[in-house]
């Protein structure tokens, strides 16, 4: 037999669940609208910035493009640089713009704030070699760290350290390489410091390292470099060593390209 013979029956048995049940309801109806809605605003929030970053990404470009001689797309470059900064921070367009801003702060011979835009991309990218598993766990907390992209800002921070008179430190930064990325520009640049120490052997013993891990051909620059030191003779004892001319503000940071900006060359 029907429980609700009536229609009073139902009616009474409708207003008794809803007595239970409506405040929960309406919660549950509203929290779905809630998230429909915030998603909704989200991507379109997050297409818009990324517009924006697009777009200052590019008049970033065309400025640093210009700025080694000129002082006023310099300027304008490191403040578009901070604009899109303010938004894109944690992109990958935030950290080829802290590379761009390293390089500007070369050519202005500003070796510290060089090394802090370096030091924000290598935080954000460590160059350790993660696992699969890793990796899917990075990827759900927002953008995985890009090994080799921080391998490179290790390479351009130990020569900035190096051209600032830094050698020990340049040399902890070198060490502390987790990948085989940029690992002769690792090697020669080691082969540099302790060439400029004065320590022949393990500056030759460093370039030939670097030699064997050129990826197609031994660079001219690091074959000059080979030449000189295996025809170059032995010191004699408490005779001057002939030491390797100091790194550039303008070669310690402008040798490697960037891996997902081609035509950047921060």
Do not use: C
Not at 190 to 197: A, K, M, P, S, V
């Amino acid at each position: 037999m029907d429980p609700y013979r009536t229609e009073e029956d139902q009616i009474r048995a409708l207003k008794q669940w809803w007595e239970h049940n409506g405040t929960s309801t309406l919660a549950g109806i509203g929290l779905a609208l809630v998230i429909v809605f915030g998603w909704q605003w989200w991507q379109q929030r997050h297409q818009s910035g990324g517009e924006q970053a697009a777009m200052l990404y590019q008049q970033l470009l065309q400025a640093v493009e210009n700025s080694a001689e000129d002082e006023v797309q310099r300027a304008n470059a490191r403040h578009l640089g901070g604009e899109l900064l303010k938004i894109a921070a944690a992109s990958r367009l935030g950290d080829q713009t802290q590379l761009m801003l390293a390089r500007i702060a070369v050519e202005k011979d500003d070796l510290a704030e060089a090394a802090q835009h370096l030091e924000a991309v290598l935080d954000r990218n460590p160059d350790v070699v993660r696992g699969a598993l890793a990796t899917r766990i990075y990827g759900l907390f927002g953008r995985a760290p890009d090994p080799e992209l921080g391998a490179l800002a290790r390479v351009r921070l130990a020569r900035v350290q190096f051209a600032a008179g830094s050698a020990d430190k340049a040399l902890a930064t070198l060490e502390a390489a987790g990948t085989d990325d940029f690992l002769w520009q690792r090697h020669e640049l080691r082969g540099d410091i302790l060439r400029q120490r004065g320590d022949r052997a393990a500056a030759l013993q460093a370039y030939q390292a670097a030699s064997a891990a050129a990826d197609v051909r031994v660079p001219p620059l690091l074959q000059m470099k080979l030449r000189e030191l295996e025809l170059e003779p032995e010191p004699a004892p408490g005779e001057a060593v002939q030491t390797a001319a100091p790194v550039t503000t303008e070669a310690a940071i402008t040798t490697e390209t960037a891996p997902e900006d081609k035509g950047a060359h921060p």
